[in-house]
């Protein structure tokens, strides 16, 4: 069974400065997709960043990259120039037959 | 296109009762989950449906659990003689295979069991 783990229960970032979020999963497949969810406190989740498995490149979308390392089976989030908006929990999805998560990891933003 | 809906927001029932959670997802949209998630933790996948064919149920999830998709539409979440370790967030969510697969969530049916 596929098994996602994020092994940082709580992070804390200065406001503008730059923070990175772990995760590693477990599969065999080799065509899968991975992904970061934010939600925030009492409200949806909302997709953050997408990765393919199969694309070497790692997937920015603005203030948010990843370092996907296929090989070693690792997938981490790096904010930069955090705000106090991005204090949430966030959660490293593996998507192969079905959509699975990590157990999260509660983002703090100190002004 | 309003997104994933779930009804009740709410619910507080009895121990025992019986209790039926609806999800309305993105039309067009083949694939849909559910999952239950508690305070503090990420959501632990319950069962998902491509179309109206369920494809996979969580071998955590009880007998008491049951979840159907008539007609690849709307999905019913209901839980039977309900406990009060059932309290949790159900959340719903649904994707479209063969695109982005990205899974767009609703705001969840927070269940409380007294």
């Known amino acids: 069974a596929q098994t996602v783990t994020q092994s940082q229960p709580e992070m804390s970032v200065q406001e503008a400065e730059t923070v990175t979020l772990s995760c590693t999963y477990d599969t065999s497949e080799s065509d899968y997709y991975l992904f970061w969810y934010k939600q925030p406190p009492s409200r949806q989740m909302i997709l953050v960043i997408r990765?393919?498995?199969?694309?070497?490149q790692n997937a920015t979308e603005n203030r948010f990259s990843v370092n996907f390392q296929k090989a070693a089976k690792s997938f981490s989030l790096k904010i930069s120039d955090s705000q106090l908006g991005d204090a949430a929990m966030y959660f490293c999805a593996y998507l192969g037959n079905k959509l699975v998560f990590g157990a999260g990891t509660i983002l703090r933003v100190k002004s | 296109d309003t997104g994933v809906s779930q009804n009740p927001r709410h619910k507080i029932t009895k121990r025992g009762q019986n209790v039926t959670f609806r999800c309305d997802p993105i039309?067009?949209?083949?694939?849909l989950y559910w999952y239950r998630q508690t305070l503090g933790q990420g959501p632990e996948f319950l069962t998902y449906?491509?179309?109206?064919?369920?494809?996979?149920k969580s071998r955590l999830l009880s007998d008491r659990f049951s979840a159907e998709r008539p007609k690849g539409s709307f999905s019913t979440l209901e839980i039977q003689r309900t406990e009060q370790g059932d309290s949790a967030m159900y959340l719903c969510a649904s994707s479209l295979v063969a695109s982005r697969h990205e899974a767009f969530f609703g705001q969840g049916t927070r269940l409380t069991v007294v």
């Open positions: 990765q393919e498995a199969y694309k070497q």
């Open positions: 039309s067009e949209h083949n694939r």
């Open positions: 449906f491509q179309n109206e064919a369920q494809l996979e």
